[in-house]
DNA sequence: ACGCTTTTGTGAACGAATGCACAAAGTCAC
DNA sequence: GTGACTTTGTGCATTCGTTCACAAAAGCGT
């Protein structure tokens, strides 16, 4: 049972994490008309050291040719297969303030796989109107989001304060996958995902690493100036 | 020299990164006039195991009673001189798009330790515009922002295709920590932090496994038509 | 046809992070 | 003051992820 013949079921999360960079990357080079890579090339473009990205690849399969590399198009199908970036993900967005608007405004979305197809808030005085070409919906008509349009993927830009409330209805309506980008810690039932991003903590990470460059370059020489500030 | 007496160098990465998810469940325990917590009631509002909990506190020292808990303003004080939230760091935004334009009115950063000083952008067009409250400045007051209020963090916020000509800037201003959310691989000297958030990346991640759970209800029940959808 | 060069794919060693289980250390009731 | 109870801090085992190093496989020139 856990031994697949087609030696493909159980991608580490670590190496799913890494997958998109690599298509990013690989995308890259397809614009530039590279139609073949080394796996030396592709970890330099990805930010990643060719041992990592090989073993990460060896995970999907054998889409390599020793002695020369990887075919650039053809890895980049076999990866966005496997991230099931070959169909197009229905993606609704809740909560149209600053966050919400911006996101809903990205064009980012549309170029890898995902297509906004709803904009939702609770504050009724928002619904009509229109962001980045969409209404703004009520809560509401979540369940014909789901039932319609087969929605399964949605974002939270909603303060902290609704966000477990938010969430609670997303979930109720049968999604299965949140994006939070609420300063807080979501409760969900099994067999939902969530990943949550948070501009305060990534901040707060370097806040740290700095000081400690600070207190290093304070301990070692006092003395420096220009370099150690 | 690695053995340090005071026992707190080298606090693990993956603790450090959980440490501003602690702080922000203090702070809310503090808010409502909670003073002493257990490690398994923190935990809880941290989304986190009490063992690890417990493994991640001990790397910062002995803050604990036995028997007790832990004392909610003293525990989120240590965290915080820990992260360098003691000070405020000062924070400028660069790429005044849409979603700098987002962040710049973000309130998140200012209750959590950091001051935006100043919003930059390459286009001219934009100089001197007003954006919540502050001036939009161009890139060549890098060096006195650096000299004159110590900024050390930047955040980048432009399309892709300038990220890394504006983080070469920002470097050679002197800043040494950067939050990337241009969709591309950020190359710098040693001594300078990068932390990136990508949007789509994580939509990709969830995407998978989202098509995972799709392939696993299809397999074990094809029928099933309310539920695996 | 054959050896030389290149680069993949992977076993094995290593290191980091997590989870478990319990002794040590404290509080509290009486 | 003493014993029962609670909760921390941590050694140990395990799992997960990364790095190393090299054999296996492919192309190429002659």
Known sequence: MTADPSARRGIPDA??????????????????????????????ASGVRSAKLRKDLSHLGSYGVRGVGYEVDHLAYQISRELGLTQDWPVAI??????GHALAAYSGFATRGFRVVALLDQDEALHGQQIAGLPVRPMDTLDALVAE??????????????????????????????????????VVPDGVDVRKVDLSTELQILA??????????????????????
């Open 15 to 44: 190496t799913v994490a890494r997958l998109p960079e690599y298509l990013r990357a690989l995308t890259g080079f397809a614009e530039r008309g590279i139609t073949s890579v080394s796996s030396e090339e592709l970890a330099a």
């Open 149 to 186: 349009e087969g929605l399964a993927i949605g974002v939270i830009a909603t303060p902290a304060g609704s966000a477990q409330d938010v969430c609670d209805q997303l979930v109720a309506a049968g999604v299965s996958s949140i994006l939070n980008f609420a300063p807080c810690v979501l």
């Open 94 to 99: 809740v909560g149209m303030g600053n966050l």
């Open 208 to 229: 740290f690493h700095e000081q400690r460059k600070a207190l290093a370059s304070a301990a070692l020489g006092p003395v420096a100036k220009g370099v150690a500030k």
